[in-house]
């Protein structure tokens, strides 16, 4: 691929035709402020914070959505960006009920808002998402909070009715980045935006709940938002990230080994979140990886083999006594009826090498194809 440059903040840099200014920014190191781009998916250039001031152009261009071009003079940290940066900032944390520490920490009125947010979400704490919020983080970074604007509330509440996801729109930025996940990404096509300038939101179809939509709770939306506005109900306000470790494993539900991280504090898991960047998933997950971790902490699980007795009753055995017992009704049924009489279902939750030693193990070892895998439900 044909190699050209251009000059960032200036340093002479390489970029590849087709590269925007912030994927050739990023190639070479040199690391522009997002929040409504996601990886992969069509810019839209909607937040403005990527901008960049380039040499002989009459605006601010949004990087994320502007191809770089052979001769280019690229600053990304300019004090008109900067300038920029903090204004839509400042814009984004006052509209809204952001009551983390970074915003509004100098109003005279933060008492009376940071009730007035807690009667809102139902808690007496700050955000559910305070230390793992990109718009706070900026805000850190730029040294902004939300005292220059006056602060305007969202007419929308919140959608508390949904099993697995709380929407907040009242700390929607709307960046979009949702909508993209949902219809990019993971291609479900359950959210829009809807209405249009300051009441313009987040809709599903007919503007209704998640749980009457065509949403599949695959929760692909709330991990790529960067704010408060889309929560996983279960661990709300129930971790804090500074309290969790994240440990990386392989999804246990199928055989795609899609990879996650695990949040886990106290030493229980609080949430799961796809890892970025390794296959198979890329990210991805669907509801049972994301939300489908209580089963491991339920006072239900088998925790030894059961052998029913003649009267229909289970009881408790060891695993050698359930093997052999196995080995020994094999044995009887092929001796009786000959190996087409047996039947082997694979597990779905079985990882590749499994099914296959189970195949083998009906093939080769008790000479009958009757074998199958059950579907991934
Ligand atoms: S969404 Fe982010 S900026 Fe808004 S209150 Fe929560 S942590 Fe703060
Ligand atoms: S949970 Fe999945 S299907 Fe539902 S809105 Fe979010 S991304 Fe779309
Ligand atoms: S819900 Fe989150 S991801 Fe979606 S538009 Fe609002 S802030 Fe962005």
């Known amino acids: 691929m044909t190699e050209h440059r251009m000059v960032i903040n200036g340093r002479g840099v390489t970029f590849t035709q087709g590269q925007t200014i ?6 070479n190191g040199i690391s522009i402020p997002t929040l409504c781009h996601l990886k992969g998916t069509t810019p839209t250039g909607a937040c403005r914070i990527c901008v960049v001031e380039v040499e002989r152009a009459r605006t601010l261009l949004a990087s994320c959505a502007t191809p ?29 009920n952001h009551n983390c520490a970074i915003s509004g920490a100098s109003k005279g ?30 805000a850190y970074q730029y040294q902004v909070n939300a005292d220059r604007y006056i602060h305007t509330e969202t007419e929308y509440p919140m959608e508390m009715k949904n099993p697995l ?10 960046c979009g980045r949702c909508v993209q996940a949902c219809n990019e990404v993971q291609v479900n096509r359950a959210i829009s935006f809807g209405y249009r300038g300051d009441a313009s939101k987040i809709v599903a179809a007919g503007d209704r709940a998640l749980i009457d939509s065509d949403c599949v709770f695959c ?57 970025e960047d390794a296959e198979p998933n890329k990210g991805r997950l669907c509801v049972k990886g994301r939300f489908g971790y209580d089963f ?30 196995v080995a020994d009704k094999f044995r009887e049924i092929i001796a009786e009826s000959g190996p ?34 059950c579907a991934r439900t």
């Open 22 to 27: 912030l994927e050739a920014a990023e190639a």
């Open 68 to 96: 770089a071009a052979p001769g280019m003079v690229v600053q990304t940290e300019s004090p008109k960006v900067v300038h920029a940066r903090r204004t839509i900032l400042e814009l984004l944390l006052s509209s809204g």
């Open 109 to 138: 009125n933060w008492t009376e808002f940071q009730q007035h947010v807690q009667a809102g979400d139902g808690a007496d704490e700050l955000c559910p998402v305070w230390g793992d919020c990109r718009l706070q983080e900026l």
């Open 165 to 174: 996801i709380v929407r907040d729109f009242s700390r929607c930025i709307r």
């Open 219 to 275: 929760g692909e939306c709330v991990q790529a938002c960067p704010v408060g506005a889309l929560v996983e109900k279960k661990s709300r306000y129930t971790w804090r990230p500074w309290k969790a470790e994240k440990i990386r494993t392989t999804c246990p539900y199928c055989g795609v080994g899609c990879q996650q991280w695990l949040h886990v504090q106290d030493g229980k898991i609080v949430k799961v979140t796809g890892v």
């Open 296 to 325: 491991i902490y339920s006072e239900d699980r088998l925790k030894t083999p059961l052998i029913r007795e003649e009267s229909g009753e289970f009881r408790e055995a060891s695993w050698d006594e359930a093997l052999d017992m």
């Open 340 to 373: 087409d009489a047996l039947a082997g279902v694979s597990c779905a939750r079985s990882i590749n090498e499994d099914s296959y030693q189970m195949q083998k193990l009906f093939r080769a070892v008790f000479k009958t194809n009757n074998i199958d895998h």
